[in-house]
């Protein structure tokens, strides 16, 4: 038995509970969380904005922590191992996809279940899915990485953002900071569209050189467009601000259908697409990159009794820019 903060029915706050964790399979291991941060979707699932979860649930899909057990026929880790573990915790390994490296676009099932949640002080995973953590990243500031930041790494890549390349990021909230830190790394011209003013000095301390409300970005300036908007918004400006050719990616993940307006998409040959997460090869890539240049979460550390006003923030964007349970707290 362990602790753990569960979300008992759709909407209801998180609860101090007691669940049972099984011994890690024999390839398996067991991860005791340091570190969990806090992201938008955890509060979707919490709200079941999207309509799949199912409960009672413990969620918390932004984990660092330590190996303390190993399953038999475990050779990637060893116990005291720092790990970083995130939302892809299962794949089929045999569908296209997945032999193709892209385990996040698994069609096959999804393979083995985990016995995860990372608002807890134990977790038991698949070897695969957790990572050794570079020595020189924070615990606290990384787990962040392993959803927000391998989420826009993932979207960044595949766009070819690099130098030459006009960026912009909408919404500066969890995924946005980072993203905006990557693309900069990434050698990109880097931009924020925020609501308001308001977070402007932030974007330019993380390294954008433009920063914009949506309404005074300027036309046909942008090459890629990645919205980390957690609500529903008007898509139409968007597409005037790209480029011909350009690409707007839906990263975050509003939870009513949108409408798109077909114009400038056929005037300019946009594009408009989405993104999930992303592999197991590129979120080693993706720790590797922020051990070298740098680059972590600004990380806000909470108790687990601060965990009850967490979601609020987060609905009400007060949160600059992840909150991270401190595990040791529960
Ligand atoms: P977050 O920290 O709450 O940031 C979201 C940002 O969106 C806010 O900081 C705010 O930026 C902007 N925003 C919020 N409400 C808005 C509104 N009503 N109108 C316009 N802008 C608004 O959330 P997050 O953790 O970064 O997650 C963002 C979204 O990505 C969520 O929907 C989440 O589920 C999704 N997500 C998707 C993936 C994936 O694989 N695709 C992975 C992780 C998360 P400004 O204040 O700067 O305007
Ligand atoms: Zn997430």
Redesign the pocket.
């Known amino acids: 038995m362990i602790k753990a903060l569960s979300v008992l029915r759709a909407g209801a706050p998180l609860e101090p509970v007691r669940i049972n964790r099984r011994e890690p399979g024999p390839a398996e291991i067991t991860v005791d969380v340091a570190y969990a941060g806090i992201?938008?979707?955890d509060?979707?699932m919490a709200r079941n904005d999207w309509g799949y979860s199912t409960y009672p649930t413990v969620l918390g899909h932004e984990v660092t922590g330590f190996v303390s057990a190993v399953g038999t026929k475990v050779t990637a880790h060893t116990i005291g191992d720092r790990v970083a573990v995130g939302?892809l915790l299962g794949s089929c390994g045999t569908c296209p996809s997945c032999r193709a490296g892209q385990e996040?676009y698994c069609t096959g099932g999804g393979g083995a279940p985990a016995d995860a949640g990372g608002f807890s002080e134990r977790m038991v995973v698949g070897q695969d899915f957790a990572l050794s953590l570079p020595s020189t990243l924070d615990m606290a500031a990384a787990a962040p990485l392993m959803?927000?930041g391998i989420?826009m790494f993932s979207a960044l890549r595949e766009w070819d953002a690099g130098p030459g390349v006009r960026v912009a990021i909408?919404?500066?909230?969890?995924?946005?900071h980072l993203g905006v830190k990557l693309a900069v790394a990434m050698g990109a011209q880097v931009s924020?569209?925020?609501?308001?003013q308001?977070?402007e000095r932030d974007a330019r301390r993380f390294g954008a050189t433009g920063f914009h409300t949506v309404p005074d970005a300027p036309a046909g300036a942008f090459d890629l467009i990645i919205s980390?908007?957690?609500?529903?918004?008007d898509l139409a400006p968007m597409f005037t601000l790209l480029d011909v050719n350009g690409t707007l990616v839906?990263?975050?993940?509003?939870t009513t259908p949108l409408s798109v307006p077909v114009g400038p998409l056929i005037t300019g040959r946009r594009r408009l697409a989405?993104?999930?997460?992303g592999s197991l090869r590129e979120a080693r890539e993706m720790l590797d990159f922020c051990a070298t240049h740098g680059i972590a979460a600004e990380a806000e550390i909470i108790n687990a009794d601060q965990m009850g006003t967490a979601f609020a923030r987060?609905?009400a964007?007060d949160?600059r820019?992840?909150l991270v349970l401190d595990a040791a707290s529960l």
């Open positions: 992201c938008h979707s509060l979707h939302m996040q959803c927000a989420t909408v919404g500066l909230g969890g995924l946005g924020v569209l925020s609501r308001s308001e977070r980390t908007v957690s609500a529903v918004t839906m990263a975050g993940a509003p989405g993104t999930s997460i987060l609905d964007a949160v820019y992840r």
